[in-house]
């Protein structure tokens, strides 16, 4: 497939039918990175029958070098550090815990607006689908995968509509699964494989998981 993607919504339903083994299982569980992974996870949840949820990480950036990410936290209370970064710049455990400090607040935020309260599902044991709209360099994802270990699902499918090659084979280490639609030599951007790509808003994220716990509960 080479072709351009028509939107996130077709980018979802196409790996839905990528995805046919996991569906109506009870065990499965599909967690978006928002939030343009939310509407590609949305039809993802949907065509499974499964519980959709999101899984915010939040980059900590490098005192000084914010781009450079020293390691990340994500939902469910999980920090990750990369231990060389750390190493080789001689950051602080204080300058760490600042840094660390901001970026829980946003995160608390993010997931605050998009759950309303509702509780951070459970993984233990269970098959993830860690969803994104696409991996560009893949440092976010690799945080994802790296944070969600930590919380000990029992397998976990990482499924993106695009990825350049480089980016898609490094995952295979750190997932059990990998499933992408597009997988470029010549990458770019993330956008330029989609004719529809504009940003998804805070009340998308939100009206789609409203949306999908409403659809699982009349399901069930």
Do not use: H
Not at 15 to 43: H, S
Not at 66 to 91: T, Y
């Amino acid at each position: 497939m080479n072709k351009k993607l028509k939107d996130r919504t077709e980018a979802g339903r196409l790996l839905a039918e990528k995805l046919m083994a996991y569906a109506n299982r009870q065990d499965v569980v599909v967690l978006a990175l928002p939030r343009g992974g939310v509407p590609v996870a949305y039809e993802i949840a949907r065509k499974l029958n499964a519980p959709l949820d999101v899984f915010v990480v939040r980059k900590l950036g490098l005192p000084g070098q914010e781009e450079l990410a020293m390691g990340a936290i994500a939902s469910g209370g999980v920090r990750v550090l990369n231990e060389e970064v750390v190493k080789a710049s001689g950051v602080s455990n204080q300058e760490i815990a600042a840094v660390e400090a901001e970026e829980q607040k946003e995160l608390a935020r993010r997931e605050q607006l998009y759950r309303s309260g509702r509780p951070a599902p459970d993984v233990s044991g269970r098959t993830v689908i860690l969803v994104d709209n696409g991996i560009a360099t893949g440092t976010t994802i690799l945080a994802a995968l790296a944070a969600l270990k930590k919380l000990q699902p029992a397998r976990i499918v990482v499924a993106a509509a695009v990825a350049p090659r480089s980016a898609y084979e490094a995952l295979q280490a750190g997932a059990d699964e990998v499933i992408c639609l597009l997988t470029p030599e010549i990458f770019y951007a993330i956008s330029l494989w989609y004719e529809n790509f504009a940003q998804t808003t805070d009340e998308e994220v939100r009206l789609l998981l409203d949306k999908a716990i409403a659809q699982k509960a009349t399901s069930t």
